[in-house]
């Protein structure tokens, strides 16, 4: 009798901490897609086994109201896309662009997808895509 094995959806954790966002600022991997801004940097070693992603919407957004519902776009975006698609070992950084309001659902899942596929294709990516 054979078992089918399910590939198990990773677990994602939160960036909570400045420094963690700022640390993966610094080290300038990022794709820029019309409606969002993904950037990554790997874990240091010592926690190597996890996967952490971190929301970012400025003012630029909108209002708070604005920038909540675009947090809640990106966190349901990541929840589909990088469980499947992210590397573990990673902390990724999604910033919200205006656009990211009116922007289609499918479309976004399609550019992170688009977007991590690319970052990891070139590890030493500094700035590229679409503005």
């Known amino acids: 009798m054979s078992q089918v094995i399910e590939k198990k959806e990773l677990k994602i ?9 700022l640390r993966v600022a610094a080290g300038q ?42 947090k809640r776009r990106m966190r ?19 910033i919200a662009r205006r656009e990211i309001i009116n922007y289609p659902f499918n479309e976004l899942i399609r550019d992170l997808k688009w977007a991590l596929k690319r970052l990891h294709e070139d590890p030493v990516t500094k700035m590229k895509g679409k503005n």
Do not use: C
């Open 13 to 21: 954790n939160k960036i909570k901490k400045r420094r963690d966002f």
């Open 29 to 70: 991997r990022k794709w820029i897609t019309p409606a969002m801004i993904v950037q990554f940097e790997s874990i240091p070693d010592n926690e190597i086994f996890e996967l952490r992603v971190g929301y970012t919407a400025s003012k630029r957004v909108g209002n708070a109201v604005i920038r909540s519902r675009a």
């Open 76 to 94: 349901e975006v990541a929840k589909q896309v990088l469980g499947k698609f992210a590397h573990v070992g990673y902390d990724y950084v999604i």
